[in-house]
């Protein structure tokens, strides 16, 4: 017999539905929507449904505040994933809702799958109060939304919870469980560690429960039973998504901060969440040039080198590499005064594009380059005892522009030494001071 035939009490309904709040007073957590004084909640006590975003991790109530809003605001609740649904399913929750002559809350779970098409189809039924939008996403809005969308939203940021938020959820379930099965029990320090390991996923946290209860629900489970039932929870870790962002922003900040310890951290983590090593090489010669630059000429080579032996010896073996070149850009002296020199000299090189090159500076391979004036007093360095011209290099047109201003560290000392000493033996043939 099919199950979905089957009389309800015999259908198997997962823990995590079981166990769904139906208040905001049963939601653990996310104090930005229980808070009574915060917008949310008013809303909720008064009966009033508003299009919102949920964006936060798995696990955490946004299909729970999505249904408690419809309940308390006495709406149709419909349901549907971005994943599986399309245009066609939106216009049949339309059509519902017109024929009925109500307002339906539309969940709408994964909206960051929806693209831009799809998303502009829900524009007009938020107009005219055809539908309320709940979205709920692990991605942020700002980077998957049409701006359209979002302003008519309001975007609630959700908190993984905290590991004393999934224990209580977790004695409730136990509770639940045991009303079917009496001998069903997890000692305190199995409950707590669950509780920890669960990484603030309350629906990832009831299923292992429950799992543990169809594998044996006449038993006590300890602390080794538990660990040993329990199946890994993957890196958090998305490569596509936030997470991706968020850890190599953490990587470069630390390298950039002189922590090697949280550096050698967050590439692990990268590592370990599946990211692509070459990925991770290009990443580390870039803050090898941005962020310590020629205060140790040294770390763009040894960069090089690390993304090399990986691309040789691949992985395992070839991320030990990447490990060296993080501590020792963690540990280099740094500076950006290459960095910004570039960026500086960019932003002057599109403001004077049309300023042409001194004609001392210009290539004469020709005789007749030569008899309209290429090259004529020109200044050959080589020609000095000490290498030192007193020529302009910049345009005609042009002041002479500071842009490579080099730190007081590592290298870079020893380029501002230099610099001031060329400048002012340059003053000194021009007879000037500065």
């Keep these: 017999m099919d199950a979905l035939n089957l009389p309800m009490s015999d259908v198997q309904i997962p823990l995590a539905h079981r166990l769904r709040p139906t208040t905001l007073e049963e939601v653990q957590g996310q104090l930005a929507c229980t808070d009574p004084s915060g917008w ?78 799809q ?60 009303q079917q099965s009496g001998g069903f029990r997890l000692e305190e320090d199995a409950l707590l560690w669950l509780a920890t390991a669960a990484d603030g996923d309350a629906r990832y946290a009831l299923n292992a429960l429950e799992a543990m209860f169809d594998a044996d629900n006449s038993k006590t489970w300890v602390l080794k039973d538990v660990q040993q039932q329990w199946q890994r929870k993957q890196a958090k870790y998305d490569r596509d998504g936030d997470s991706h962002y968020d850890f190599i922003s953490a990587l470069h900040k630390s390298i950039r901060s002189s922590d090697a310890d949280a550096a050698v951290y967050w590439l692990a983590r990268m590592l370990e969440g599946g990211e692509e090593p070459l990925y991770l090489a290009r990443r580390l010669i870039r803050m090898a040039t941005e962020d310590i630059g020629l205060a140790d000429p040294k770390a763009l080579t040894l960069a090089l080198d690390a993304q090399r032996m990986f691309e040789i010896l691949g992985s395992p073996e070839g991320e030990q590499g990447l490990f060296e070149v993080a501590i ?76 490579f201003d080099p730190v007081g560290r590592g290298f870079e000392k020893t380029l501002a030494e230099r610099k001031a000493w060329l400048q002012a033996r340059r003053d000194e043939k021009r007879g000037t001071s500065r």
């Design 328 to 403: 020792y850009l963690a540990l280099a002296p740094k500076s950006n005064a290459a960095y910004m020199a570039e960026k500086a000299a960019r932003r002057l090189a599109k403001a004077t594009q049309h300023l042409d090159v001194p004609t001392h500076l210009k290539n004469a391979p020709t005789t007749l380059m030569k008899q309209i004036g290429h090259g004529d007093g020109y200044q050959y360095a080589h020609h000095e005892a000490d290498a030192v011209v007193t020529q302009k290099h910049f345009p005609d047109a042009m002041d002479e522009v500071v842009l």
């Design 40 to 117: 949310f909640a008013q809303s909720i006590k008064e009966g009033r449904a508003v299009s919102c975003i949920f964006w936060g991790p798995p696990g955490v109530g946004k299909t729970t505040l999505a249904r408690i809003m419809a309940k308390h605001a006495d709406m149709p609740f419909a349901q549907l994933s971005a994943v599986s649904a399309g245009k066609k399913e939106v216009q049949d929750i339309v059509a519902q809702a017109k024929q009925t002559g109500r307002t339906y809350l539309l969940f709408l779970d994964e909206i960051h799958r929806f693209n831009k098409a």
């Design 119 to 178: 998303q502009d189809v829900l524009l007009p039924y938020l107009e005219d109060g055809t539908l309320i939008l709940v979205g709920a996403t692990t991605e942020n809005p700002s980077f998957t939304l049409n701006n359209a969308l979002l302003s008519r939203c309001r975007v609630i940021v959700l908190q993984a919870l905290s590991a004393d938020a999934v224990l209580v959820i977790l004695r409730r379930g136990v509770a639940t469980l045991q």
